[in-house]
């Protein structure tokens, strides 16, 4: 009986799984953008929040990074208010959008 080895080419592997250009990331990219759609609905008024000028619904992005070498998708957004919006104060109810559009797309929140 003879010997087999296995030869990995890592570099290929690299492409298939931590590569944002490769079907790892691109499927990942998808989620993303499913999971940033559902923030913008959920952050549009009732019955979510009170929407005056549209400014969390539009700064809801995503992006495509790493942590390590295991490729990572952010969603979030820049507007100071928010975690006031998705978790309530003291005087204001919450209105979670983000947590939601995780579960709404099939992923698992905190």
């Known amino acids: 009986m003879a010997d087999a080895y296995v030869v990995f080419d890592q570099a290929a592997l690299d492409e298939l799984f931590a590569s944002p ?5 691109k499927e990942l990219a998808r989620i993303a953008i499913r999971v940033t759609s559902a923030a913008k ?3 549009s008024g009732r019955p979510g929040p009170r929407v005056v ?3 969390l619904r539009s700064s809801i992005t995503f992006e495509l990074g790493r942590n390590g070498k295991t ?3 952010r969603i979030g957004t820049n507007v100071h208010y ?3 919006v998705e978790m309530g104060t003291s005087r204001a109810p919450a209105y ?3 947590r939601p559009a995780l579960s709404a797309a099939g992923g698992s929140g905190p």
């Open 71 to 73: 490729l990572v998708a």
């Open 41 to 43: 609905r959920n952050a």
């Open 82 to 84: 928010a975690p006031y």
């Open 21 to 25: 250009e490769g079907p790892t990331g």
């Open 96 to 98: 979670p959008f983000l």
């Open 53 to 55: 000028t549209g400014r």
